[in-house]
C-alpha cells in the first residue's frame, strides 16, 4: 500500500467532505503520517475510516472527527494547550505542531510510553500519568483544554481552568445522545456554547470506573 496516497485520499475523501475546509487543519493533517503512530501490523489501517484499537482497550477516533474538533477549536501558535487523554499520540503532535507548549494526560502507563517514543522530536510536549477525567489539578490555566473522551456533564473544574477566551473541546451527554461542543469563556463567571455535531464516544474513565473511552 502507498501511504502517502492513502493518506491524501483519507483528507480528501474522508475529512474535507465532512466540512473541515481550513486549509491550515488539512494541510496539517495531509503532512503528519498518521500510520507511525499505530502498530507495525496495523500500518495499512491507519488512514481508514474506522476507530483503530491502539491497546488498553482503546482506540483512535474517525480521522474527520480529529480534523473537524481541530478546526473548531482553532489553536494559535502563541497558546497553551492542555490534552486529557494522550492515547496514541497523534492528536498530540497535531496539537504540537500548532501550539506554544501542550501538557498531555494519559491514564495508561503502555500508552503513554509509546506515545512518548513517537513524539521525541517535539520540545514543546509535557507528559503528565494520572486520573484527568473530571480536574487536573495542576492550578494552571489554559488557553485550550481537550478532552479526548466523553463525559455526562460538561466538568466545571475545565471550564475555570480557561483563560479568558479559552476554549474547552469536549463531547458530553450519555449515549447515544451525545454532541461535540466549544465551550468558550467570555468572562469570568460566563461561557458561551458551540455544538458541533452529534456523536457517540466511548467515556473517559478514572481508575474506579470499569469502562472504556477512546483516545484520539
Keep these: 500500500m502507498n501511504l502517502d496516497q492513502a493518506r491524501f485520499f483519507m483528507v480528501e475523501q474522508q475529512i474535507r467532505p465532512w466540512d473541515v475546509l481550513d486549509p491550515k487543519i488539512l494541510d496539517l493533517l495531509q503532512e503528519t503520517p498518521r500510520h507511525l503512530f499505530v502498530e507495525k501490523e496495523?500500518?495499512?489501517?491507519?488512514?481508514s475510516d474506522i476507530e483503530l484499537p491502539i491497546g488498553?482497550?482503546?482506540?483512535?477516533?474517525?480521522p474527520r472527527v480529529e480534523g473537524r474538533l481541530l478546526q473548531a477549536v482553532d489553536i494559535d501558535n502563541s497558546e497553551r494547550v492542555l490534552e486529557i487523554g494522550t492515547g496514541s499520540g497523534y492528536l498530540t503532535?497535531?496539537?504540537a505542531?500548532?501550539?506554544?507548549?501542550?501538557?498531555?494526560?494519559?491514564?495508561?502507563?503502555s500508552l503513554q510510553e509509546s506515545a512518548k517514543s513517537r513524539l521525541t522530536s517535539f520540545e514543546n510536549i509535557t507528559f503528565h500519568t494520572g486520573d484527568g477525567c473530571t480536574n487536573w489539578n495542576d492550578g494552571q490555566t489554559y488557553d485550550v483544554i481537550i478532552l479526548t473522551g466523553s463525559v455526562?456533564?460538561?466538568?466545571?473544574?475545565?471550564?475555570?481552568?480557561?483563560?479568558?477566551?479559552?476554549?474547552?473541546?469536549?463531547?458530553?451527554?450519555?449515549?447515544p445522545a451525545m454532541t461535540a461542543q466549544v465551550v468558550t469563556r467570555v468572562s469570568e463567571q460566563e461561557w458561551e456554547i458551540e455544538t458541533l455535531f452529534e456523536t457517540d464516544l466511548m467515556p473517559l474513565i478514572s481508575p474506579s470506573q470499569n469502562k472504556r473511552r477512546f483516545s484520539f
Design 97 to 109: 505542531k500548532q501550539a506554544q507548549s501542550v501538557d498531555t494526560v494519559e491514564l495508561h502507563i
Design 56 to 62: 488498553s482497550e482503546q482506540a483512535m477516533m474517525f
Design 93 to 95: 503532535a497535531l496539537i
Design 152 to 175: 455526562t456533564e460538561v466538568p466545571q473544574a475545565y471550564k475555570e481552568k480557561l483563560t479568558l477566551g479559552g476554549r474547552l473541546c469536549v463531547v458530553a451527554g450519555s449515549s
Design 42 to 47: 496495523n500500518e495499512d489501517l491507519a488512514y
